[in-house]
């Protein structure tokens, strides 16, 4: 299983929030490359960026954070948060993120999408499902879209959709573990799916459990942050 490390940015800083509550912000370090180098130098090969600023202004707004990240790294970065336009898209692919992450537009603009996927590739799209009850939300969680999980992931891996993260609310940025139940679920009726378990990882023990579902990832940050897993750690499951 593959360990990909977050990094979520405000105002260029490296923070984390609490069930994507910008009230409840930790700034964890001010230097995102710092952080980005430590993860590289663990033997980890990718990144999940997410630009906090961007997804409340609904326009990328860190791309230069993007940028610096990818030039000074070898890290596969995907970056998302703020991606309403294929202009959006087009700087974000430029500053050489390797896939963007969508969410809310898979949701609110289908046929935008659609076209972007026409435009640059369906495989160069890391969807984001975001449940609640296993029903899809939006706009930074805000929003419960009434949309089935599993109709949402049928539809869009008949798009071409090859990579899907998938965050249960309840569990983000708690330290109480990953929906390993919803995950299961997920794993069993698409084997075929690059899926990435998202939320809640709090242990080595919770990745160990992930790897025998078997995820193909997790994406942790909180516990990594908060000291409850080491880099050290997350090197048996590097290659």
């Known amino acids: 299983m593959e360990i990909i490390p ?4 405000i105002d260029g800083k490296c923070v984390r929030l609490t069930q994507g509550d910008y009230a ?6 001010e230097n995102p490359l710092e952080v980005a180098l430590q993860f590289q130098d663990a033997g980890l090969t ?8 961007g997804a409340k202004a609904k326009a990328v707004q860190n791309w230069k954070v993007l940028e610096t990240l990818a030039s000074k790294t070898s890290l596969v970065i995907d970056f998302g948060g703020g991606l309403t336009t294929e202009k959006d898209v087009r700087i974000l692919f430029d500053s050489g993120a390797a ?3 969508v ?10 999408l659609e076209r972007w996927f026409t435009v640059f590739g369906a495989d160069r799209f890391l969807l984001g499902a975001d449940v609640i009850n296993k029903q899809i939300a939006i706009h930074g969680w805000t929003e ?3 949309i089935d999980l599993f109709e949402f992931l049928d539809d869009y891996l008949q798009k071409g959709v090859k990579q899907v993260f998938c965050t249960d609310i309840a569990k983000d940025g708690r ?3 990953p929906s390993i139940n919803l995950y299961r679920e997920i ?3 698409y084997p075929e799916l690059y899926f990435i378990a998202s939320g809640g990882v709090s242990s080595l023990q919770d990745l160990e459990t992930l790897a025998q579902l078997p995820c193909s990832a997790a994406i942790v940050g909180k516990a990594i942050y908060e000291n409850r897993i080491s880099l050290a750690d997350l090197r048996k499951f590097v290659d």
């Open 144 to 146: 419960n879209s009434g």
């Open 187 to 189: 794993v069993e009726r």
């Open 46 to 53: 990718r990144l999940h960026l997410v630009d906090l600023d």
């Open 6 to 9: 977050a990094i979520d940015i």
């Open 175 to 177: 330290l109480e573990g």
């Open 99 to 101: 896939f963007a992450t």
């Open 24 to 29: 409840q912000k930790k700034v964890y370090n």
């Open 103 to 112: 969410g809310s537009i898979a949701v609110k603009q289908k046929q935008e």
